[in-house]
């Protein structure tokens, strides 16, 4: 991580540069200071992404952009500020398919909502899962996995990073497509996940392809299926789960988002100039090495994004039957 996180501050490799003179901005914005919250500690992919959108940004306004994080309750914490700002496009939040498609369905009584407190602005990323096992189950390919699994009923143990993240999601979503019933463990990170796996306290794992990937390459785990529909550009070799259970997509992705109520022109502005930011060659080549790909978006593009994610995420929580709170 910290590698990544030099790369991008070499200057983020001409942070101002391409954006496009004929572009209209909206009137009188930024005016001040712009407050970008990452719901989530430093150092993970999402408040990767979201230093990237800063630093480029403050380069053509020439004001502060500034990240905040503030971790806590799954990111509901900092998600919960970002509804109860001020709607003038100086509070942004970079969330994610867990704050704005998963928490709404997971957790009792959120003091925000996350549907109608927030406007959509734009995608940033999106990132597969890695199905990893420990190399002492006797499988080779996905296909094989799944028969394993659907022959061991209760048997494998699998490990996420915490109750209705991605990880365990994605599992629970393997689970219904195959009629597999394997038991959930958590954890508190992906590191520790991998930790659990090399030492054969858990079977497998859908874990985070940016921590999963190089310890697949290292051999302490086999890596079988990306959750995403298509293969990664980081692992062409490794087959998508969709080649074998048709229509499955666990993807995990990030985006932008400001409180509802803000000006129409400011939130086009910003998805235009996140867009052409994403589009730059070197920034795709930084989201590549952080096993993941730039995602650029129209604000209705993401809207109806969500809530396709929203619908699947629900029937699966509702069908899991997990809750959080009281």
């Known amino acids: 991580m910290k590698t990544w996180l030099a790369a991008i501050g070499l200057s983020l490799l001409g942070a101002g540069a391409g954006f496009g003179s004929a572009q209209a901005q909206a009137p009188d914005w930024p005016q001040k200071q712009v407050t970008i919250v990452v719901p989530f500690g430093p150092g993970g992919t999402t408040d990767l992404f979201a230093r990237i959108v800063a630093e480029q940004l403050h380069a053509k306004y020439g004001k502060p952009f500034i990240i905040e994080n503030r971790p806590g309750a799954g990111g509901n914490i900092g998600t919960t500020a970002v509804a109860k700002a001020a709607p003038d496009g100086h509070t942004l939040l970079v969330g994610t398919v867990s704050t704005h498609a998963i928490n709404p369905f997971l957790y009792k009584n959120l003091p925000h909502d996350a549907e109608k407190d927030f406007v959509p602005i734009t995608a940033l990323a999106k990132l597969p899962n890695l199905l990893v096992v420990n190399p002492k189950i006797p499988v080779k390919t996905f296909a094989e996995f799944v028969e394993y699994a659907k022959q061991n009923p209760g048997k494998l143990n699998y490990g996420s990073s915490g109750a209705g993240t991605s990880q365990h999601l994605a599992a629970e979503l393997f689970q219904l497509k195959t009629g597999a019933k394997m038991t959930h463990v958590p954890f508190r990170s992906s590191q520790d996940i991998v930790n659990g796996l090399i030492g054969g306290h858990i079977d497998l794992a859908f874990d985070n392809m940016t921590i ?39 993807t995990s992705w990030n985006g932008l988002w400001a409180p509802a109520g803000t000006p129409q022109a400011i939130v086009d502005t910003i998805a235009a100039d996140v867009k052409t930011i994403l589009e730059k060659p070197e ?35 509702k069908t899991v039957g997990i809750q959080i709170g009281q």
């Open 283 to 317: 920034i795709q080549k930084k989201a590549a090495e952080m096993a993941s790909t730039t995602a650029p978006m129209t604000p209705k593009q993401f809207a109806e994004y969500i809530q396709s994610e929203r619908r699947k995420w629900s029937e699966v929580v």
């Open 212 to 250: 999963a990937w190089p310890q697949a390459q290292g051999g302490t785990v086999r890596a079988l299926a990306v959750t995403s529909p298509e293969r990664s550009q980081q692992a062409p070799e490794i087959p998508a789960v969709a080649e074998t259970l048709t229509g499955f997509d666990a």
